[in-house]
């Protein structure tokens, strides 16, 4: 890290802006993408795809649907459809391969207003803030999961800020800017990336699912870190990069292993050494 400055600030200056944001650029894009497709057809009448991000059909084609729904549809005893059935095993597959967490850094648009609100955390210099253990979100979602039961209807779905954000831009924010507001003001000051990584079930469920996935972040050229500290800083599951970085616990492969990586990217974009990199799980053994 430049002195005084904040991360990332010497791979703009050794790589460029563009180069030290390529990752940021590309998940707003692909998030922004995502969003824009889903809000063609209400808005103009351009069905590309139909549905939103928990179940959708695309071209009247492909059907995707969420597996954590699907499990909450059949807690609520009835049984999904048939190209329900087939949308889940699509989206497990997928997810599976390039990491489950790849959801939250990549699709979900919640963590556009999570990384606004950690990024200007950072400019701020806001330090300390609530401890939350990030076994919370594992707990929450067996809490949805136990209700949906109890209930038998799914309940997280009428919470869901992803489902609120999207009925917002359908109907008018109204009740969603309180959601919206809420999860920025609570990752800007009541503690560092508190919803995604301490409270969101979801990704809780998807860290689950991409737990053995093959596309992985890795350091492979570990051995020009320079101890900067700058991806430790904008990881949001921080814990996740000393095994690989610093052939930590016993692990001498330098690929990231852990479920709760994200694959966001954030640590390739900062690092002015190119230490990280994508690649296969395999890469890192003998």
Not at 16 to 25: D, E, I, N, P, R
Not at 30 to 53: E, S, Y
Request: hydrophobic share 50%.
């Amino acid at each position: 890290m430049v002195k005084g400055g904040l991360p990332g600030d010497e791979a703009v200056k050794v790589k460029g802006w563009l180069k030290a944001h390529q990752m940021l650029v590309l998940r707003r894009i692909v998030q922004l993408g995502i969003l824009g497709t889903f809000m063609l057809g209400p808005l103009i009448g351009v069905w590309i795809v139909k549905g939103n991000l928990a179940s959708s059909l695309t071209l009247e084609i492909l059907p995707l649907t969420d597996p954590m729904l699907a499990l909450q549809t059949v807690l609520t005893g009835n049984i999904p459809m048939i190209s329900g059935i087939v949308g889940v095993i699509i989206v497990t597959v997928f997810y599976m391969l390039v990491g489950g967490r790849v959801y939250c850094a990549w699709v979900c648009p919640v963590n556009m207003i999570t990384d606004m609100a950690n990024g200007l955390r950072r400019k701020l210099k806001i330090k300390g803030g609530m401890s939350l253990s990030r076994q919370l979100r594992f707990w929450l979602l067996l809490a949805i999961f136990i209700l949906t039961l109890l209930t038998g209807t799914l309940v997280w779905e009428l919470i869901n800020p992803v489902s609120v954000i999207y009925r917002g831009i359908l109907f008018g924010f109204g009740m969603a800017w309180v959601v919206v507001m809420g999860i920025f003001l609570l990752d800007l000051f009541v503690a560092h990336n508190a919803w995604c990584g301490h409270l969101c079930p979801v990704g809780a469920f998807y860290s689950l699912l991409g737990h053995f996935s093959v596309l992985r972040v890795s350091a492979l050229k570990r051995d020009h870190c320079d101890d900067c500290m700058d991806c430790f800083t904008v990881c949001p599951e921080s814990k996740v990069i000393k095994p690989a970085l610093k052939g930590a616990e016993k692990q001498i492969s330098p690929v990231i292993l852990s479920g709760q990586c994200n694959n966001c990217g954030r640590c390739i974009d900062v690092c002015a050494k190119d230490v990280f990199t994508y690649a296969s799980r395999f890469s890192g053994q003998k």
